[in-house]
């Protein structure tokens, strides 16, 4: 069974420009979660889909958006990068909401923002 | 609102060596617990969880962790370190009820010497 494939796996982008980053969820997993790991701040929650639908947001900024589509597959999306964004963005599936269902990370997209 | 502490930035520990890694949380009402592991250039994965029940639950690789309510504390341990337990580990609450997203520790990076 194939894991969570996050994509790209490294980037770079200039201050200014916007990115897209995209996840793939285990088959069968409806639930996907984003999270922004810096050395900084750790880890932090950015937003959870599920069945197409955003059920739960962190605390960022507006520039920070997300869509998951019918089969699952998510993306998000940061406009007008600053540098403060270069971070590893990490996406977690799971069957449902329920946290007692397990999460399964993916390796993340390393961003950096020059 | 909830929190995760790890006391500890960095423990180094030798090959063979037992190990404990601590972990705090502040939530009012029964949490529920996550240890996992990240390896260099890697997603998350989880090592054990804490719902219910039995305080002392085993994980992966080993591991096991006890869960104390009069402390706030769900130390991780192992009796007996390899060279390739070498990673950082983070502990996580779930914020709210079981569809909230996970709360991280800012995590522990663990050296293990020959």
């Known amino acids: 069974k194939a894991g969570v494939t996050q994509t790209p796996r490294y980037l770079i982008k200039t201050r200014g420009q916007q990115v897209t980053l995209s996840c793939s969820p285990i088959?069968?997993?409806?639930?996907v979660s984003w999270y922004q790991q810096t050395p900084g701040q750790g880890l932090q929650f950015l937003f959870e889909?599920?069945?197409?639908?955003?059920?739960n947001k962190g605390n960022f900024p507006g520039r920070f958006s997300g869509r998951q589509f019918s089969n699952s597959r998510s993306e998000m999306n940061v406009s007008t990068l600053e540098l403060g964004d270069s971070a590893l963005y990490l996406c977690?599936?799971?069957?449902?909401?329920?946290?007692?269902?397990?999460?399964?990370f993916g390796q993340g997209t390393r961003l950096t923002v020059v | 609102a909830q929190s995760v502490t790890q006391p500890d930035i960095h423990i180094t520990v030798s090959e063979g060596a037992s190990l404990e890694l601590r972990c705090n949380y502040s939530?009012?009402?029964?949490?529920?617990l996550f240890w996992y592991v990240q390896s260099p250039g890697q997603g998350l994965q989880l090592l054990l969880k804490?719902?219910?029940?039995?305080?002392l639950v085993q994980g992966i690789k080993g591991f096991e962790a006890e869960f104390k309510r009069s402390q706030s504390s769900f130390n991780l341990r192992k009796p007996s370190v390899h060279w390739s337990d070498a990673a950082e580990y983070f502990c996580?609450?779930?914020?709210?009820?079981?569809?909230?997203?996970?709360?991280f520790g800012k995590g522990t990076k663990l050296s293990v010497k020959p």
């Open positions: 977690a599936s799971s069957l449902d909401r329920d946290v007692r269902t397990e999460a399964f």
């Open positions: 088959s069968g997993h409806r639930s």
């Open positions: 889909y599920f069945s197409e639908t955003q059920r």
């Open positions: 939530y009012g009402a029964t949490p529920y």
């Open positions: 804490y719902f219910s029940g039995d305080t």
């Open positions: 996580a609450v779930v914020n709210g009820g079981s569809q909230g997203n996970l709360i």
